[in-house]
């Protein structure tokens, strides 16, 4: 379907803004009065440089305060009207927002609003002008989708319809039930924006806490879904305001907002077609007399992602990861001797224990190979494996994320990376599986990424658009340094999890970005953790006082606590018995460290009453 | 009276945060049990570290959920606190905080609630122990004062009282009229935080905005007053959790902890003494048979401040800033000649335009001199005025701002620094008052401070204490290179109005700190924009499109609309007829800007309607 995109939704001056989204690829904008006063540029000229850049005007928003007044105020406002039509007639605009009104003379009566409607829709069409008529969520009469819906119908005019506005309906709780039985025709405009699940005042949740569809928690699809199934075949614009977006690159922010709709139009098209009944697209959506509908079809994600190997980047000649994963119980698996094959073979070395994977690799042209960054050791890259392997780099392509090529030795690798860097291996093989390793840690339960706040939406995207993870709830966290909040994010099936780790940390602390966390599973942690002892590998510190808690909170057995609180590991159990045992290391070089852990009874969260133990004890102990 | 802080209040590890509190002098801390739990260190090192630093553990804090829970779950919290209890015992803490239950298995029940707070009462006793309870602002059944008074009372032991928080207090609505008939000796603690004023989710503001009292928007001082005439004379214990303290310095957090609990102190102290009425402190809140009230008694803020002058540093041999304030009308004053007293005097160029003062200050020592930071030109010092001037420095150094002195042409110079580095000089002399000027500009109407987020409320403690200046509430704009959020600060009386401009950019948008606004008034601005388009002088452009929006929102008289409009001069009306004429310079070097601006009819406020306008100007014109 036709895209756009709200300028408001979008930082820098109106001519950035422009040339971000083109370059974004939309087709259209909803111009923001506020961006066109602001401007040097007569309207005119901003008309004509959203035609040069192929960008219709799709909308002109907001008509504030125009409706729904009294009597003595409504003259007013409609010379206002009046006066925001001339300027429409000048940038070439024929379509306005007119939300409901907050004003200080506003009135509770559907048919004088209607009638004032009226007034200003014959005045619009004088012009052939539509107006979309919407019901801000903190209007102060008007503020749910069925008041708008039917003081339209009370209008009747053909040039007056309703704005669909997934955020305002959403957040009043009107899903798609709310456009039951709606002609599509009285549909004038359909703004997308998704919102995180926050406690606070609509108008501030609004004004601070929009985002892409996709990144929140708002089912923004099913309302869209019922406005196309309603026979709108308009524009699908997107209108987020936020402190993040008000801060971004506005190239970046346009490219993530043009993802997020292909993305939205990915999944609506699964809800109208079944291939397993043979149902297509036109069958399950498209209408007599309507015009069809076009979805973006991209390969699909992996149906089952899970991470085959990690890639950490080493020093040349120091030996001290090699030692660190062998007292951890893997053994290298890559073939020795010197380098034959001229890309550097000996210098990768591949390491297992059980099921875990990890290969170091020691080349000194990593970072020109890769262009992965940062201080020696980091985790480099993270190969997703998947059912459908073949198509993820398709995928990347059909969703504009930058795919690199190179040559490793075990064959051509595909790759893209992540918007906090990390180099995501698009369905290269696992190097030396062939050969049996002894251990027995399983493979990577999830794995933890360092996010900048003001990206951890566009990581979010990132992982949903690309892999197909969906993210769940926000926890929050005290770090010594600052703050710490956590998102997960899973497949509906799979085992790739991904725990998005957003530090905010006062001047002083840098924050590493990129993966800071290999979360190991295995299924007898207190023997692993013993032969951790055993073997002097350098698990981390728990403070003793951590076990006077655990026992005042959930009094574990006696002889469970001691054996806890002699190796280090710490327990976590939930409200059905669930148990979780877990252990970590200290920090390697400040970037990441490793934890394994046993899931018991069906635990499936992350330990999180715990992470504030962990961060205390991390900040205190040397890295390693 | 005794001062505390919870460690909650404070960033860092334990260690640095009981370190930081004693070194800003705190008589004592409420442990936060989350604290010990992560730290390395045993109880009993704790309590010694704590004794070392001369730090008493006035409170241990929460007990969660312990009391008004079902008879099924109440044994076993219980356990959990006798558990609490022995790690109290090991601390040497002999007061804890316990706090309203929010488990899924509280009751409504008030007399079982007694029951339960009896029992734990009962044991705590055995320990020598108090409990405060304290109504969680969020508490399931208990969240309001009153609640708890009455719970209280139906226990009735001695050694269980009630908690005043202001936060849980005045989040609810519960002012000082909560404590009316209260005994003091019923007050087991009291737990001062203020907050700025948000339409939120209680427990989010409580947990992300609080802030020190006089920092937010709440009237801590009212409820904290009311507690001590009941009689209470425990310490006043400051627990503050919000994003910006778990970001900040430890060190910094803590001195500005203490001040704004030594500025409560003098706010406390004017509300009982009343020397023109001849009353003492003594006469206004002691009462016969309790411990004296002792409170801080700094030099007062100056009663009618204003601003002297300003200095600017620019570079020496460069022209540019003498022509700019010559083209805006302004004169030199100051004597020229060769530098005959080697303190620079030639070097310095006094220029009036009627009541405005500048100083232009080319000396190359003058960051040496004045700990002056930044970029030439910019605005190294603001010089206040009051008829208190030579109380100020005073002042300053009883809040334990560190003062400087320097000898400088007019004299003396002492001078200290905001935490966003403005050097404030301390009732100096006005340099060269004494010869008249010519020009029509009026003194300063307010100057405009630029600050981080993370230190825009320690810069409010800072002008609130030393000067005297309060706060009002917050105003957002949009910035195209992020957010703006500005604050205004304002004396009882005098002209001396700060504006806080709190600018949020995103990356490679760098934010310069300091003042960064002139504002100077006129009685004559179409006169004076006149005479500064005759000299040329470098006026903001504003767009075309303004003047349309300008005419469609205020209508104003076309004549008006037409004047305005060729001299680039903004204009706002308020809702009493009040109107502001203002216009801009470009920033000059990107780091500051000069105002003039008429107010008519009372217009109090600062064109926030055209701020965005302003923004976006100033993005696209050149730099002077």
Chains 1, 2 share one sequence.
Not at 318 to 344: C, E, H, Y
Not at 505 to 524: E, K, R, S
Request: contains cysteine; negative net charge; charged residues 25%.
């Amino acid at each position: 379907m036709r895209k756009g995109i709200a300028t408001v939704s979008i930082s820098g001056t109106l001519a950035a803004k422009l040339e971000a989204i083109a370059a974004a690829h939309f087709d259209s904008v909803e111009l923001f009065d506020a961006d066109v006063v602001a401007s040097p540029c007569r309207p005119e000229d901003i008309a004509r440089r959203c035609a040069e850049l192929g960008l219709a005007i799709d909308l002109f928003q907001p008509l504030r305060d125009v409706v729904g007044l009294t009597p003595e105020v409504f003259p007013d406002r409609l010379r206002f009207a009046r006066a925001k039509f001339e300027l429409m007639e000048r940038l070439g605009a024929t379509r306005a927002l007119l939300c409901s009104a907050v004003h200080p003379a506003s009135v509770d009566d559907s048919q004088l609003t209607a009638e004032q409607l009226g007034i200003v829709g014959d005045v619009a069409a004088e012009h052939g002008f539509t107006l979309a008529y919407e019901a801000l969520a903190w209007g102060t009469h008007v503020n749910r989708f069925h008041q708008t819906r039917a003081i339209v119908d009370l209008v009747d005019l053909p040039n007056v319809g309703v704005a669909v506005d997934t955020f305002h309906m959403l957040a009043r709780g009107d899903g798609a039930e709310a456009l039951a039985g709606l002609d599509g025709d009285r549909i004038a405009f359909v703004q997308i924006a998704d919102a995180h699940r926050l406690s606070m005042d609509v108008l501030e949740w609004s004004r601070h806490h929009r985002c892409f569809p996709g990144q929140g928690a708002l089912d923004v699809e099913s309302v869209v879904g019922a406005a196309v199934e309603a026979g709108y075949r308009g524009p699908l614009s997107l209108e987020v305001f936020s402190d993040i977006v008000r801060e971004a690159n506005p190239r970046d922010t346009a490219r993530d907002a043009m993802r997020s709709l292909l993305h939205l139009e990915e999944q609506l098209r699964r809800r109208w077609e079944q291939p397993s009944d043979g149902r297509t697209l036109a069958e399950g959506v498209d209408r007599p007399g309507r015009p069809r509908v076009e979805l973006f079809d991209p390969p699909p994600a992996p149906q089952l992602p899970g991470v085959g190997h990690v890639e950490i980047a080493v020093t040349p000649g120091d030996p001290s990861m090699l030692q660190l994963f062998s007292r951890l119980g893997f053994t290298a698996v890559s073939p020795q001797g010197p380098d034959t094959d001229g890309i550097g073979r000996a210098a990768r070395t591949v390491l297992r224990n059980g099921e875990a994977t990890v290969v170091l690799d020691a080349r000194s042209d990593l970072e020109l190979r890769r262009s992965a960054a940062g201080q020696r050791p980091h985790v480099a890259a993270v190969a997703v494996d998947g059912d459908t392997d073949s198509a993820l780099c398709a995928r990347a392509h059909a969703f504009n994320l930058p795919v690199s090529e190179t040559r490793e030795p075990e064959g051509r690798v595909d790759a893209t990376r992540s918007p906090a860097g990390v180099e995501v291996r698009l369905g290269s093989p696992c190097p030396r599986m062939d050969v049996p390793a002894p251990g027995r840690w399983g493979p990577l339960d999830h794995l933890g990424i360092a996010v900048d706040t003001d990206r951890s939406d566009a990581e979010v995207s990132f992982h949903r658009t690309l892999i197909g993870l969906r993210p769940g709830p926000v926890s929050e966290f005290i770090d010594p340094a600052g703050r710490l909040r956590s998102r997960v994010l899973e497949p509906e099936a799979g085992a790739l999890r991904v725990v998005l780790n957003i530090a905010v940390h006062g001047a002083g602390h840098p924050t590493w970005i990129g993966v800071n966390q290999l979360a190991y599973a295995c299924t007898d942690l207190l023997r692993q953790a013993e032969s951790l002892a055993a073997s002097g590998a350098p698990v981390l510190p728990v403070p003793d006082s951590y076990y006077d808690d655990l026992a005042a909170r959930l009094d574990p057995p006696p002889e469970l606590l001691a054996r806890l609180r002699r190796l280090n590991v710490l327990y976590d159990r939930d409200e059905r018995g669930g148990e979780l045992l877990h252990l970590y290391t200290p920090l390697v070089g400040g970037r990441f460290y490793i934890e394994l852990l046993e899931r018991r009874g069906g635990y499936s969260g992350f330990g999180a009453a715990n992470t504030p133990v962990r961060l205390a004890s991390q900040a205190a102990t040397p890295w390693l």
